[in-house]
């Protein structure tokens, strides 16, 4: 028995070619959409609008772009988001690239849609600063190309609403997915799609435990219904220096918006699409380079120590999971004539 | 001989067509470049990645284009604009379309080109807050996408530097031209691209006096080696309680760089394409309709006090001046893997 199971152990792990023996999913063409929200072209280009307007803040110096920018890898590169009138915000912005395989949004899965994800920042005081949605749809009333926007996305009788804007927010949001990275052509079939390394990477990534919750087609969990949540306890592990050094702690997650103490640092299992291209690390930013945060990882949430090669390999592995970001033309923000919404 | 001065005044002024009798430029397609830096398309692309990347600041925020967005009317419509951590400028954004056709940049036209202009907001501290330009250079050169794409741009013993990063940042503004222009369209032939109304705003215009200053191409004075500047002084007519109310003589122009009392007050001719796209007005983003500005300076400027309808139809003249804004790509900005820049 224990030579049959050696035998096994080589079969399944003694090869580079293990890795497919999982079930390693690709990244889908198209992103789900609520039946109340179909997508659409027009949507889409209203939403990409937007999206890049300034003006939906009360400075009008801060856009969704700005904390989520789709220029480089959907987030901002901060530890923390910096708002209107340079306030701080409380944890680090997600990316917005293939958030549309998130079944819940924040961090905290506050949002059960995009489309709910969207009407928060709008507002937020440290963010976009926006009073209330009755002032950002006015704001938007008297700005003709808006109106208009409106009607083609939404029908004649559309009218500017909070509904309408974030519904087509999020559909521009649903097209922000980056296929074909080198994993995606590897789990197709193409073996020169990723390096030794990488390959070695992404047995360690399976066989040291990081795709117990980081798996499916983002790496943030399974397929789920919207409003679900893929939520983990984060640390896991709380006896490690990690977690003092990076404030691991302070934040209680999910439960700072169900109340409940056995929410307490839970968090949504991110998205772990174009991972590289999203330091700092973590919903606080604390940890500034992606080796120190699997290193954090595999401490506090698998009580493992990985070896500087194992931490090598699953970052070469991580950098595989970078994919194509569509080319994108600029929206063209429809403009007021003489007057300015905006101090 | 006052019956030969009628007929002809009759001609000249007593039809529609008149606008046309006078030297009516319209908009080149492309701008001049100095023989030190001619455009190519890879330092077109190159200076797209500069011009919107926020990690040129200091807090990785801010951006050429936060201030001067290409997808408004090139400006930020903020009276005065906002830097890193929400700090305020001393005078409002112009705009950076057709800015290729200013001799000399700024409001008080103390850079003497494009490049020289790129240089400046970068390190200043209320704008994008890099505390100087090695600095930025050393943040550059740990992007590997940079590194390649200044040796694509400027040839392969190219180094980063602040002068190969003002060319392609200066080479991308040249490109930034709004033709076509009911006002273009008009001067070439087509009788029916401006309105009745337009039309009379243009004969106002000139007859009034405003193209004395705001002539040529761009309506920013006639065309001029590059360095030298078209200033004038604003407010010429002081007298007038415009003057306090929008506070005209605070700042000194162009005499806060030359130290010298003559040139106090004196300002750059601004662009007036796509005005309209612009409000708040003035350098100090004081006046905050285009019906006000066009009433502010007829009185400071001309000295002359201006009916509502000469004002509405100036205006209405001004709105054609509004272009067709080239379709543009989003530039991928050059990843850092696993680790970020700035704070």
Redesign the interface.
């Known amino acids: 028995m224990r030579i049959l199971l050696s035998v096994l152990f080589f079969v399944l792990v003694g090869t580079n070619s293990i890795a497919l023996a999982k079930n390693w999913l690709t990244l889908p063409d198209v992103a789900p959409a609520p039946e109340s929200n179909p997508t659409t072209p027009e949507k889409v280009e209203l939403g990409k609008m937007l999206y890049?307007?300034?003006?939906l803040s009360s400075?009008?110096?801060v856009s969704c772009n700005?904390c989520h920018?789709?220029?480089?890898?959907g987030d901002?590169?901060?530890?923390l988001s910096?708002g209107?009138?340079?306030?701080l915000g409380g944890r680090s912005a997600p990316t917005v690239w293939n958030s549309a395989f998130n079944s819940v949004q924040f961090w905290d899965g506050r949002a059960d849609s995009l489309e709910a994800q969207a009407e928060g920042p709008v507002t937020a005081g440290v963010e976009m600063g926006m009073k209330n949605w009755d002032d950002v749809v006015a704001r938007l009333e008297k700005i003709p190309g808006y109106v208009q926007a409106f009607k083609t996305a939404f029908g004649e009788d559309a009218v500017i609403s909070k509904e309408n804007a974030t519904k087509a927010i999020a559909s521009y949001e649903r097209t922000l997915i980056t296929p074909n990275s080198p994993y995606d052509r590897y789990v197709k079939g193409d073996e020169s799609a990723m390096n030794e390394q990488q390959i070695r990477g992404m047995n360690s990534f399976s066989q040291v435990g990081c795709a117990a919750c980081h798996s499916g087609a983002a790496f943030n969990g399974p397929t789920l219904p919207a409003g679900t949540g893929f939520y983990f306890y984060f640390p896991t592990f709380t006896d490690s220096d990690y977690v003092a050094k990076y404030d691991l702690l302070k934040d209680k997650g999910r439960g700072e918006v169900t109340k409940n103490n056995g929410d307490d640092h839970r968090y949504k299992v991110p998205v772990l699409r174009n991972v590289?291209?999203m330091?700092?690390y973590f919903h606080n930013g604390s940890v500034?380079?992606?080796?120190e945060a699997v290193k954090v990882m595999a401490k506090v949430q698998l009580n493992k120590v990985l070896s500087d090669e194992e931490v090598s390999d699953i970052?070469a592995f991580?950098?595989a999971l970078?994919g194509e970001?569509p080319?994108?033309?600029?929206?063209?923000?429809p403009?007021?004539?003489?007057?300015?919404?905006?101090?």
């Open positions: 890049f307007d300034p003006r400075t009008g110096t700005s920018n789709v220029m480089l890898g901002d590169n901060r530890a910096m209107v009138h340079g306030q590289e291209l330091a700092p500034k380079t992606l080796d970052v991580l950098g970078t970001f080319e994108q033309t600029f929206p063209r923000l403009a007021t004539s003489g007057e300015t919404l905006t101090p």
